[in-house]
C-alpha cells in the first residue's frame, strides 16, 4: 500500500508539471490502476525488462480475437482507455531546448549493402512545419559522410518551399511515398539481406477503428504526405501503420528483415484538437473515420500475395519484417525545437549524435541505441520489433 500511495503522488506530481490541478488526483489513480493492468498482462505473457506498451496492447489484441475470452476483450478495452488518457496528458506538455556537446566519430560500419529511402515534409497546407527537411538531410549526410553510403542508393522525398523543384528527389505525395516503399521489393539491385533504411520526419495522426471495423477500439497511427486533403471533390488519405506494415511485410518476404525504420514525428492527433505550431502531428482526416485511409490501403495492397485486408478484425502488425525506433510513444507528442537560428528535432539530432559517438560500437543493438539517447523533455523514444536485440544496422547477420 505505501508504494502504491507513493506512486499515486509521483504521479501528480508529474501531472501537475504538464497540466492544470483540475482532476489530477482522480487522473492519477485511473491511470496507476491501468498501469498496474499493464504490468499484470506483460508478466503474464513473459515480457521481461521495461514495459513496452504497444507489444503488450497487441499481444492482448491477439489473444483476444484469438480465444474470444470476455475478460481478455475487456482488458484490451481498459488498455484502450490507459492510451487515451495518456493522449490526453501529453496534451499538456511543453517544448524544451536542448544543447550538445561535439561526439568522437564512430566506429567503421560496412555499409557495402545499403539502401535508404529518406522523407522530410516541412510545406503542408495546414499547420506548415520548418525542421522536417533539414532532419532528413541531416540523416542523409550521416549515411553518405559518417557512414559511407553512395548518394545513388539514396531516394529522397523533400516536401518544402525551399526544395521546390529538382532531379534529385521526389515530392512526398501519398502516391510517391508508398510507390517508393513498394518500389524496393521490386529493385533487382537489392539483394536478400541487404540493409534498408526508412525515414520519415514529418506530421502524424492518430484513428481510431470505433463504428468502423472492429467491435474494439483499435488506434491507429498515421504518417501525413504532403498532398493529404478532403472536401471539394477529392480526397488523399493518410497513409496507416497497417498499410506501412503490410508494405514492410512484402519488402521483407522479397529482401529480408534487414529493415529499420526510423520516425520523427507523433500520432497523438485523435484528442488533442489543432496543434500547437511546431508540434509534428495533425487531427485525423474524415472526422476519425480511417475508411477512406483503409479503403486506399486495400487498393494498394491486394497486388501481394497472401493479402488480407487491413480493415480485417483480426489483423495484427507482422513485427518480424523490421525494427522501429520512434521519437516517441504513441501518447506523446513531437515537438520542433530552435537552436541558434534554426528549428530542428532533438530525436534526429540526439540520435545522429549517439551515432556517432565514441561510446556505440559494432556490438551495440537496438536496444542499447535507445537507452544511449538522452533524456527528453516530454518524449520518450521508443523500439519496437522482434529484431530489435539485434545490432545496429544488422552488422555481422
Not at 490526453?88 to 549493402?113: C, G, I, M, W
Not at 529518406?118 to 497546407?125: C, F, K, M, N, S
Not at 545522429?352 to 518524449?379: C, K, W
Request: hydrophobic share 35%; proline share 4%; aromatic share 8%.
Amino acid at each position: 500500500m505505501a508504494t502504491s500511495q507513493y506512486r499515486i503522488r509521483q504521479v501528480k506530481v508529474e501531472l501537475r508539471s504538464l497540466a492544470s490541478p483540475d482532476g489530477i488526483e482522480e487522473l492519477a489513480r485511473e491511470i496507476l490502476l491501468l498501469e498496474g493492468l499493464e504490468a499484470q498482462l506483460a508478466n503474464e505473457y513473459g515480457m521481461t525488462g521495461d514495459i513496452d506498451s504497444v507489444e503488450v496492447f497487441d499481444e492482448t489484441k491477439a489473444r483476444a480475437f484469438s480465444d474470444n475470452d470476455e475478460n481478455t476483450i475487456s482488458a484490451l478495452k481498459d488498455l484502450y482507455t490507459l492510451y487515451k488518457l495518456r493522449v490526453r496528458v501529453s496534451s499538456f506538455q511543453l517544448p524544451r531546448y536542448f544543447n550538445f556537446e561535439e561526439s568522437p566519430r564512430a566506429h567503421h560500419v560496412d555499409t557495402s549493402k545499403f539502401w535508404a529511402v529518406l522523407i522530410g515534409i516541412d510545406a503542408y497546407e495546414c499547420n506548415p512545419l520548418r525542421g522536417c527537411v533539414r532532419d532528413a538531410l541531416m540523416m542523409e549526410r550521416y549515411l553518405t559522410e559518417d557512414l559511407g553510403v553512395p548518394k545513388h542508393r539514396i531516394q529522397r522525398l523533400l516536401g518544402s518551399k525551399e526544395h521546390t523543384s529538382s532531379d534529385n528527389y521526389h515530392i512526398p505525395t501519398r502516391v510517391n511515398i508508398v510507390q517508393t516503399l513498394v518500389g524496393l521489393m521490386n529493385n533487382a539491385e537489392i539483394q536478400n539481406g541487404d540493409n534498408i533504411i526508412i525515414y520519415f520526419s514529418g506530421h502524424g495522426s492518430g484513428y481510431s477503428t470505433a463504428g468502423y471495423c472492429s467491435n474494439t477500439n483499435d488506434s491507429i497511427e498515421a504518417l501525413c504526405p504532403i498532398d493529404r486533403t478532403e472536401g471539394n471533390g477529392s480526397h488523399v488519405p493518410d497513409i496507416s501503420d497497417r498499410e506501412i506494415n503490410t508494405i514492410f511485410q512484402n519488402i521483407s518476404r522479397a529482401k529480408g528483415h534487414h529493415i529499420t525504420f526510423l520516425l520523427d514525428c507523433s500520432h497523438a492527433g485523435t484528442d488533442t484538437g489543432t496543434p500547437e505550431k511546431g508540434v509534428r502531428t495533425l487531427p485525423p482526416l474524415s472526422n476519425g473515420s480511417p475508411k477512406q485511409m483503409f479503403d486506399v490501403a486495400d487498393e494498394n495492397s491486394r497486388q501481394f500475395p497472401g493479402y488480407q485486408s487491413v480493415c480485417s478484425e483480426k489483423w495484427c502488425p507482422d513485427m518480424s519484417s523490421h525494427v522501429v525506433l520512434a521519437a516517441c510513444q504513441e501518447h506523446q507528442v513531437v515537438t520542433e525545437t530552435r537552436k541558434e537560428d534554426r528549428v530542428q528535432s532533438v530525436f534526429t539530432e540526439s540520435l545522429i549524435r549517439v551515432l556517432t559517438s565514441g561510446t556505440f560500437n559494432e556490438r551495440s543493438s537496438y536496444i542499447d541505441l535507445l537507452f544511449a539517447l538522452p533524456a527528453m523533455h516530454g518524449q520518450t523514444p521508443v523500439v519496437a520489433g522482434k529484431h530489435k536485440n539485434a545490432q545496429i544496422w544488422y552488422q555481422n547477420q
